[in-house]
């Protein structure tokens, strides 16, 4: 028998409605609000947009949408610098858009988690700017870092930290009085001056922002840059080549993954503990299976540190409540590696008794499905298009296998329909800040962050009426959610069948293990309870067991006499029930 899914009618799981730590096993898909869907026509996508598609998402299968930043911000890094914490920039809506879309998810039974950006403000932050006016010296100043320059006239940076964006991470100011004075540090761009937790007043703003966001009904925070905020006391050189961008994931760097952040995080959960115990959500069928009834609110950390082990300090059951798995993301599409971080991601959230955080792509990285087109050792910021039948292959397979682990699950937005990242983008369209200084990333984020297509036709697929803030590939049009909804095989009905067979198969989804079959070389395989994944990374079909029944496959399969033939870079979901 030949064939490539065979789908399991979702019924409710018991085991899976009652109860509050729905975020162990949730899939959230991240929404890039800019690149979703476009309801005024002014070609950047909005919260309004973001509202009209939320039963899309419903019926996807996902338990929770992350909203990348829509804060009021003259958007120098795509919304996170931050000039209004309280506030909907209006290239996104208003406060009562938020409103709207919080409740409308609610009622559909999806949950709402949004971005916070506490490492860092915008340059046109109230605070930043009376800390300029104010000059030297002033109280404004000390609620972020200003220090003299070095040099016989404090011509040269406080000291040696260069920029994730590229260049050094200090800015020399005009002071009021038309001289040349102070420095100010940004980890990222020039315009993202950090704040200095070091200073009570920092505290309790963001205690009152965390709030604010709660009582408008937010379900969780995203926490950008969860691993910078806290600094090493006297901000010290870091010396060395001056590459340092090449050290980033070291234990050595001093701005970033230092102790004093868990203090902070701390405090933060005793805030949030006090709304999960309260909040109430909808009733009735469209709540099935989600856990409503426990209101549990959730912190999720991006904490990009050197190893899942350091990662695992985000998550102990005072802090956070899941950190991303960059070190998963970054592993080639290699069954021995992929084994192996998979056995360190579980190891290390054991102790600690937090869920792995599996993810593949987000709004940072190039799309996995571009990724796993290439040679491995690239890395996660890719320029070329690669085998896109192959990387596609891939992407579907690894996906399954990512689905198939124990805990919970990140999609980025257009990855359900198996876009690439678009890599031949004109360069005067694109906006990534740091494509336009000299060094550091290598600025190709744009390629991720084109607008998703809805539709097979339209100026802009169907993302809005006025074209979109970046071109689309007229290939998108068959990739499209029109074009690939309710057609067998498709990328976009693969995603629905796994989403159904996660949420109601009862050992899948939340777990802290999983146990290893024989399999051969290139080959991962492995059981949970009454269910089996097979995936096969080599470059060639290999012959397994028939496990029970298949559930799902991401590729053509073939069944005979109690075997299976696994085609090369294809994942196979069995029950043994």
Known sequence: MSQQHSALAPAPNPAKVQRGDWWRDAVIYQVYPRSFADSNGDGMGDLEGVRSRLP??????????????????????????????RAVDPMFGNLLDADALIRDAHELGLRIIVDLVPNHSSDQHEWFKRALREGPGSPSRERYHFRPGKGENGELPPNDWESIFGGPAWTRVTEPDGTLGEWYLHLFAPEQPDFNWEHPAVGDEFRSILRFWLDMGVDGFRIDVAHGMVKAEGLPDIGGSGDQLKLLGNDVMPFFDQDGVHAIYRQWRTILDEYSGSKKGPEGPSAEGRGWETGGRIFV??????????TANYVRPDELHQAFNFQYLGTEWDAEELRKVVDRTLDAMRPVGAPATWVLSNHDVTRHATRFANPPGLGTQIRTAGDRELGLRRARAATLLMLALPGSAYVYQGEELGLPDVVDLPDEVRQDPAYFRGEGQDGFRDGCRVPIPWTREGSSYGFGAGGSWLPQP????????EAQTGVEGTTLELYRTAFGIRRTHPD????????????????????????????NTSGESVTTPSYGRVLL????ITEADGETKVPSDTTVWWTTA
């Open 56 to 85: 899309y998402l419903r019926d996807l299968g996902v338990d929770a949408v992350w909203l990348s930043p829509f804060y009021a911000s003259p958007q120098a890094d795509a919304g996170y610098d931050v000039a209004d914490y």
């Open 301 to 310: 950390a991006e904490a990009w540190t050197p190893t899942v082990e350091r």
């Open 474 to 481: 007229a290939e998108w049009a068959e990739l499209s959610v």
């Open 508 to 535: 899948l989804g939340a777990g802290e293990s999983v146990e290893w079959l024989r399999a051969p070389e290139g080959v991962l395989a492995f059981r949970r309870g009454e269910f089996v994944c097979v995936a």
């Open 553 to 556: 496959a991401s590729g053509e």
